[in-house]
C-alpha cells in the first residue's frame, strides 16, 4: 500500500517523537528524531514520512495529502492520543477509504481501550511493531498478523497472538536512509547535543528495571538486544557521506553501556573514523572503560541519575548507589567526558527533605547540563500500577501534561502535594544555575565560542517563556 508515516501535529514544541523518555514540551525547545516511525518507514517500499512538529507542517497540509495514501500509521502516546486520534478522523474525512493505525506504547499496553476510544482507528501494532506494520503494507490479510489488534468490518475489535520478539537486529534496515530521504536534518535540535546532530539505535531493551521507565516495560523488553558491531559502523559510514555536515552522532539505545566489551568494540571502530559521538549511559560504567570511549571520540553521557535519595533510588528499583554514581561522575569530569544528567521530583518516597537532598546531590557531582522532569506514572508501568493500587494518582484525572504540552504533577502523597512537587522542579533549577560556579562555566564557554554565545542566549529566552508557562499552569492548578 501507498504507505504514510507520520508524526502528527500537536502543541507547539511538543516532542512526542521522542517516544519514552519525554513526551512533554522540553524547557529548552528541542527534537529528537522520530526513529520509531522511521525504523518501519525503511522496511515499507515507496513509504513517506512526515514529521509535522519539527517541521511546523500544519494539519492542512497533511489532509491536502491524504488521497495519495492508502495507510496511514501514527505514532501515538497518552499526552497525544485524543489530538493523534483527531488527526485520523481529519484524513479519513478527505480519504474515507484510507486505513489508519497507531504505534506506541500507550496502544502497546491498552490497545482494546484505545481502539473503543477511537472508532476511526482500524488497527494497532503491538509491542514491537516493525514488522507488523510492514505486513500491514503488504498486504497480508489481517487476521493472519501477529501482533495487531484491528477492527472487523461489523465494528468488532480481534485480537491477534503476540508476534515474536527480534533477536537478529541486524535484519532491520538502517532509519538513516529515511532521514536522508524524508527529513531535514537541521530540524532537529537538542541543548546538550552538537548541532547538527544525528541519532539512531544500535539496540533494543534495557536490563535494569527503573518503575518508572515506559519502554523497556511495553516495547523493548528488559533483555538488550544488539546490531553487529559492523552493522552499526556501516551506518555511522552513511552517515558520514550522506550527512558530511553532522556535528555529532547519538546512540540512543537505552542504555548503551549495558553491555561494557561491546560498547568499547563499537568506540574503537568509531576512534578510526574521527567521528564524535555521545550516548546514554548508567552512573556505574568503570573508569577503565570511559577512558577507552573518551580516547575513541565519545564527548557526552546522557545519564539518569533521579535522585540523591539512596531509599528513593531502592523504592523505584534503580540498581544503583550514590556513591558509584558520584565515584563515575568524578571519573568523567577528570577524563573530559561532558554529562548532560536528568532527575525526576515526585518519584515514591518523595519528601521536601528528599527534594533538597537531591539538588544538593546535583550540586555537588555537577553535570555540564541538568533536565529535571516530574514523575510520570505511564499506564502499563510498574509505577501506574503502584500509585493507583496506593492511592496516589487520581486515575479520572491522571493527565501528564496540560493544554498546552507543559508537564504536570499527576501524583500525590499525604505528606506532599501536587503543587509543592510541581514549584520544586523551578526550585531545582535555580539553585544548580544560578550559582557562581555555574554561572561563570558557563560565560566562559560562550566567550570561546560566539556561536555557542548566540545559542545560550535563545536557550536562555526559551527557558524563561518556559518557566513563565509553567507559572500559569501552577495558577491553574
Known sequence: MRTLFLQAPTFDGFDGGAGSRYQAKREIKSFWYPTWLAQPAALVPNSKLIDAPPHNIKLDEIVAQANDFDLVVLHTSVPSFKSDVKTIEALKAANPKLIAGLIGAK??????????QAPAVDFCARNEFDFTVKDVADGVPMAEIKGLSYRKPDGT???????????????????????????????????????????????????????????????????????????????????????????????????????????????????????????????????????????????????????????ILHNIKKGMRVEVAEKFTKDCHELGIAIHGTFILGLPGETKETIQETIAFAKRINP??????????????????????????????????????????????????????????????????????????????????????????????????????????????
Not at 496502544?107 to 473503543?116: I, K, L, P, S, W
Not at 504533577?409 to 555555574?438: D, G
Request: aromatic share 12%; glycine share 6%; net charge neutral.
Open 107 to 116: 496502544v502497546a499496553v491498552d490497545a482494546a481501550g484505545a481502539m473503543a
Open 157 to 311: 475489535v480481534v485480537h491477534n497472538e503476540d508476534r515474536e520478539i527480534m533477536t537478529d537486529m541486524d535484519q532491520l534496515p538502517f532509519v538513516t536512509s529515511v532521514y536522508k530521504r524524508d527529513l531535514e536534518m537541521e530540524k532537529y535540535f537538542i541543548g546538550y547535543l552538537k548541532h547538527p546532530y544525528i541519532s539512531f539505535y544500535s539496540g533494543r531493551g534495557c536490563k535494569s528495571r527503573c518503575t518508572f521507565c515506559l519502554w523497556p516495560q511495553t516495547v523493548g523488553g528488559h533483555t538488550y538486544r544488539t546490531r553487529s558491531v559492523a552493522h552499526v559502523i556501516e551506518e555511522i559510514k552513511y552517515c558520514l557521506k550522506e550527512f558530511p555536515q553532522t556535528k555529532e552522532f547519538f546512540f540512543d539505545d537505552d542504555t548503551f553501556t549495558d553491555n561494557l566489551p561491546r560498547a568499547e568494540e563499537i568506540a574503537r571502530e568509531l576512534g578510526k573514523l574521527g567521528v564524535t559521538w555521545s550516548c546514554n549511559a548508567k552512573a556505574n560504567v568503570p573508569r577503565e572503560t570511559l577512558k577507552v570511549l573518551k580516547e575513541n571520540g565519545l564527548r557526552l553521557l546522557l545519564v539518569g541519575y533521579e535522585s540523591g535519595n539512596q531509599q
Open 368 to 477: 555540564h547540563t541538568i533536565q529535571v522532569s516530574l514523575a510520570a506514572p505511564y499506564p502499563g508501568t510498574f509505577l501506574y500500577k503502584q500509585a493507583v493500587e496506593n492511592g496516589w494518582l487520581d486515575v479520572e484525572n491522571a493527565e501528564l501534561v496540560d493544554e498546552n504540552g507543559v508537564q504536570v504533577a499527576p501524583l500525590h502523597y499525604p505528606h506532599l502535594s501536587h503543587t509543592e512537587i510541581f514549584t520544586s522542579v523551578e526550585e531545582f533549577y535555580k539553585k544548580f544555575y544560578f550559582r557562581a560556579p555555574k554561572i561563570a562555566s558557563i560565560v566562559s564557554e560562550m566567550v570561546r565560542s560566539p556561536d555557542m554565545m548566540k545559542r545560550r542566549l535563545r536557550e536562555g529566552v526559551e527557558f524563561y517563556r518556559f518557566l513563565k508557562e509553567r507559572q500559569g499552569t501552577a495558577k491553574a492548578a
